[in-house]
């Protein structure tokens, strides 16, 4: 049962992780695009800022249920491990101490 719960909180992790790093060459990716579609002059109004602001919103990818299934999975992993008995049977040497 333990080993089961430490697979799911390496799993988890692992799984996070590479979740972080996928969104952060993906939030690169998006990010160019957006300077590249800024006109190239010194000043912008209200308006174009907040049209710019939106148009990079929408760019980006939804990420919460990326982070919380993984997080979940981390979480049944920990739970187990907190709750689950350390060893199923003592020995009698482990009595005396």
Request: aromatic residues 10%.
């Amino acid at each position: 049962m333990r080993k089961a719960a430490l697979a799911l909180l390496i799993l988890g992790f692992v799984w996070l992780c590479g979740a972080a790093f996928y969104f952060d060459l993906d939030t690169a990716r998006s990010s160019s695009h957006a300077r590249d579609a800024l006109p190239p002059k010194e000043s912008f109004t209200r308006a174009e800022v907040v049209q710019h602001i939106s148009f990079i919103y929408r760019l980006l990818p939804e990420r919460a249920l990326w982070m919380l299934l993984p997080g979940c999975v981390m979480l049944a992993g920990g739970s187990i491990l907190a709750f689950a008995p350390r060893n199923a049977t003592l020995s009698a040497h482990d009595h005396a101490a």
